[in-house]
């Protein structure tokens, strides 16, 4: 097996990650014949045969979402089912965080953690791509996403070609590392409104967990 994919969104199939791992494979294909299996970690049969299809893979990689700063549980799961092996230094390991908030700045404590345990695991670490503001792609029309799912499709293409990130986009999807103080101060008039927690208080109301949404479990 030479590349390997392994997408860690709890939202299985239906997920962000899988749109944009879509994409990413789209521009993939086109240089690269051999198929790319993905795997989902939030299948449990999948998530078992894991570590072994982790062992195999001469080049992996692993798409997920933030999660409260860090990341989904079965990612960490995974990670400990890897962990204490022994791996060719030859074999690649690299990452997609992706996340609701816009800036990236949120997913570099995440991306420091990442690069520390593909090098304990003695592995070649490739680099972390971070992308933030995706939450809601799955609502938006084509004309919105376009731009989005072309330059995955390019880091796709280039990943084919050369087995590693193009530079240029991965920076470039790093954008906007912080918002604006002008943005910011927007954001916050806005926020007085409950326009800000419109989309998620509707998830919240869907999934039954609104009534609970000040809960504090790890307080008496
Ligand atoms: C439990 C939970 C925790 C989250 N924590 C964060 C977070 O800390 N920062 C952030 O920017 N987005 C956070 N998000 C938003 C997700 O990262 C974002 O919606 C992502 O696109 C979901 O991807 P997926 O559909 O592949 O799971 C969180 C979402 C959930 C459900």
């Not at 798409?63 to 995974?78: A, Q, R």
């Not at 376009?146 to 991965?170: M, T």
Request: charge should be positive.
């Amino acid at each position: 097996m030479k590349l390997v994919l392994f997408n860690g969104s709890p939202r299985y199939k239906k997920s962000n990650s899988a749109l944009l791992t879509e994409q990413f494979l789209k521009g993939y294909d086109r240089f690269c014949t051999e198929p790319v299996p993905v795997y989902y970690l939030a299948n449990y049969k999948q998530r078992e045969a894991a570590a072994e299809i982790f062992e195999q893979a001469e080049t992996v990689l692993l798409i997920f979402p933030l999660y409260t700063d860090c990341m989904p549980g079965i990612v960490k799961e995974f990670f400990e089912s890897v962990a204490g092996k022994s791996y060719s230094p030859a074999k690649k390991v690299g990452f997609i965080v992706q996340s609701g908030f816009p800036e990236s700045i949120h997913s570099e404590g995440l991306e420091r953690y990442l690069k520390k345990l593909v090098q304990r695991l003695g592995c070649a670490y490739m680099g972390t791509v971070i992308k933030g503001g995706v939450e809601g792609i799955q609502s938006m029309p084509p004309s919105m996403t376009r731009k989005l799912y072309s330059k995955f499709e390019a880091l796709g293409e280039y990943f084919a070609q050369n087995n590693s990130f193009e530079p240029i986009i991965a920076t470039g999807l790093r954008k906007p590392y912080r918002l604006s103080r002008t943005y910011a101060v927007i954001f916050n008039l806005l926020s007085k409104t409950g326009i800000t927690n419109f989309y998620w208080n509707g998830q919240l109301k869907k999934n039954g967990g609104f009534e609970k949404r000040f809960a504090k479990p790890y307080l008496g």
